[in-house]
């Protein structure tokens, strides 16, 4: 079974400062590994995946994630925080392909201080 | 650019009564899902749907629970007898194949009484 650790479920930060969101993941074979983003009334919205290959992984909006397989980490992180990534993120994983089950964290609310 | 989409964006239901949620996936996706999230939990995995039947199942999804694709645009989640703890966040997601990304919709919140 799959499971997803989400450290701090409320992070603040100032804006400019350093976001880092921290996820540890549990999967008895490789994982795939996702980072989604909710803002207020919406969707879902993807933000970075990893699947193979290059273990750090670029995603939009400036945000990146290294997958860490000794530590079984996948930490989303963004060098300046801006206003506007005021959101909800999950970090979700997958064994079996992304079009597979996504198992999901309990999500990380991310406040930014002007 | 291409969205999922649902309705209604909210749902209120006595208990006991059937309510169905409707979603329409992006149009040339084919791999369809329901996650849930009840208030202050994880989303959760409901059920997965490829080629008319479904592929993967949660232990959430019992008898009470089924899903269709009636049409080709729409994609619907029934509860024929909601409980209370039916209320929930309902997100719909699909996928092009299997090898791509989930994109959700924006969700529906159903709440029983």
């Known amino acids: 079974a799959q499971s997803v650790t989400q450290l701090g479920s409320h992070v603040s930060v100032s804006e400019g400062a350093l976001v880092l969101l921290r996820c540890n993941y549990s999967s008895s074979v490789p994982p795939y590994l996702f980072w989604y983003v909710q803002y207020p009334n919406q969707g879902l919205q993807l933000l970075l995946k990893?699947?193979?290959?290059?273990?750090l992984v670029k995603g939009i909006n400036g945000f990146e994630a290294e997958f860490k397989k000794s530590e079984t980490s996948f930490h989303l992180t963004k060098p300046s925080a801006h206003m506007s990534d005021a959101a909800e993120y999950f970090c979700a994983v997958s064994d079996l392909g992304s079009a597979r089950q996504l198992t999901f964290g309990s999500g990380t609310q991310l406040t930014v201080l002007p | 650019e291409p969205e999922v989409t649902q309705t209604p964006s909210h749902q209120v239901t006595q208990m006991g009564q059937e309510v169905i949620l409707r979603c329409v996936p992006i149009s040339n996706h084919l791999y369809f899902y329901w996650y849930r999230q009840i208030l202050g939990q994880k989303v959760e995995f409901l059920v997965s749907?490829?080629?008319?039947?479904?592929?993967?199942k949660s232990e959430i999804f019992d008898d009470q629970f089924s899903v269709e694709r009636p049409d080709g645009s729409n994609f619907t989640l029934k509860i024929r007898s909601t409980k209370l703890e039916d209320s929930a966040m309902y997100f719909c997601?699909?996928?092009?194949?299997?090898?791509?990304?989930?994109?959700f919709g924006p969700g529906t919140r159903l709440t029983v009484l």
């Open positions: 997601a699909s996928s092009e194949n299997i090898y791509n990304e989930q994109f």
């Open positions: 990893y699947t193979t290959g290059a273990t």
């Open positions: 749907f490829y080629n008319n039947e479904i592929s993967e």
